[in-house]
Nanobody, 113 residues
Framework: VQLQASGGGLVQPGGSLRLSCAAS????????MGWYRQAPGKQRELVGV???????NYADSVKGRFTISRDNAKSTVYLHLSNLKPEDTAVYYC????????WGRGTLVTVSS
């Protein structure tokens, strides 16, 4: 199984990004998927979940600003980030929920003016 996140970059506060996570070797439709992030010096945290039926739930810190979606046919999970804040700076990863798979490549999001 490989989980490869992409789409990160440098963005100003208030800006937006869309992250993608391509899953190979995993039947996406059989799994609840999550986006996680790890900020410098902090533990990895779960920021949002999308269930097999595409219901979503978010951490309080990102609720109303982040949106998860999935395209099972493309084996891809997305995270749309809006109204970004400096405290959103982190490496973002995707994995199942709970995180059963080996962590793949994350993508760095830096929010700074």
């Amino acid at each position: 199984v490989q989980l490869q996140a992409s789409g990160g970059g440098l963005v100003q506060p208030g800006g937006s990004l869309r992250l993608s996570c391509a899953a190979s070797g995993l039947r996406l439709s059989d799994n609840a998927m999550g986006w996680y992030r790890q900020a410098p010096g902090k533990q990895r945290e779960l920021v949002g979940v999308i269930t097999r039926s595409s219901a979503t739930n978010y951490a309080d810190s990102v609720k109303g600003r982040f949106t998860i979606s999935r395209d099972n046919a493309k084996s891809t999970v997305y995270l749309h980030l809006s109204n970004l804040k400096p405290e959103d700076t982190a490496v973002y990863y995707c994995n199942t929920v709970p995180p059963f798979q080996t962590w793949g490549r994350g993508t760095l999001v830096t929010v700074s003016s």
